[in-house]
T-cell receptor, first 115, second 107 residues
Framework: ETGVTQTPRHLVMGMTNKKSLKCEQHLGHNAMYWYKQSAKKPLELMFVYSLEERVENNSVPSRFSPECPNSSHLFLHLHTLQPEDSALYLC??????????????FGPGTRLTVL | EDQVTQSPEALRLQEGESSSLNCSYTVSGLRGLFWYRQDPGKGPEFLFTLYSAGEEKEKERLKATLTKKESFLHITAPKPEDSATYLCAVLGGKLQFGAGTQVVVTP
């Protein structure tokens, strides 16, 4: 098992709902990431945090709102999603950001279905 | 723009039938190439990091190699438990993933 946990593992929501995804890392890392994984497509980087500060936002719609209250926790707040947002949402962490030896470790993901 | 292409998209092997997966890349200033394994419904699991052409890493039946334009993941005498999707990722300015190769090993 990895040191990155995600809850919930599965989520079904309507387009008008508001929900949050939670990620926690137990590895003492300083950088955390949100990815979206759709079938047959490469992982899409959504957000990057380093030492609790957002350092990257890859043109993600505002209906996705990240929050990083400390270096161990990362949230993704969801509201008024669209059916095309249905995907596997993965959280990852790494020791630091930008190091050439850095490796990202992933959580198990949250399978999100938007009806 | 950095690009990562994995081939084939899918691979079906008999148990014991060795094969190779390919990861071709174009990147400005390669800082690392990563291989991950992903099982259905789970997050990617780290396998290897390669940093320079000519480098090789091994783990059980898996061996990863790197040239200046591509990386190979060789699976020697695979077993059914090697069935998974194998992802390649390249670190240049940022980490970029390929779409993966889905491997199925039948008894």
């Amino acid at each position: 098992e990895t040191g990155v946990t995600q809850t919930p593992r599965h989520l079904v929501m309507g387009m008008t709902n508001k929900k949050s995804l939670k990620c926690e890392q137990h590895l003492g890392h300083n950088a955390m990431y949100w990815y979206k994984q759709s079938a047959k497509k490469p992982l899409e980087l959504m957000f990057v945090y380093s030492l609790e500060e957002r350092v990257e936002n890859n043109s993600v719609p505002s209906r996705f709102s990240p929050e990083c209250p400390n270096s161990s926790h990362l949230f993704l707040h969801l509201h008024t999603l669209q059916p095309e947002d249905s995907a596997l949402y993965l959280c990852a962490s790494s020791q630091d950001l930008g190091s050439t030896t850095d490796t990202q470790y992933f959580g198990p993901g949250t399978r999100l279905t938007v009806l | 723009e950095d690009q990562v292409t994995q081939s084939p998209e899918a691979l079906r092997l008999q148990e014991g039938e060795s094969s190779s997966l390919n990861c071709s890349y174009t990147v400005s200033g390669l800082r690392g190439l990563f291989w991950y394994r992903q099982d259905p419904g789970k997050g990617p699991e780290f396998l290897f990091t390669l940093y320079s052409a000519g480098e090789e890493k091994e783990k059980e039946r898996l061996k990863a190699t790197l040239t200046k334009k591509e990386s190979f993941l060789h699976i020697t005498a695979p077993k059914p438990e090697d069935s998974a999707t194998y992802l390649c990722a390249v670190l240049g300015g940022k980490l970029q993933f390929g779409a993966g190769t889905q491997v199925v090993v039948t008894p």
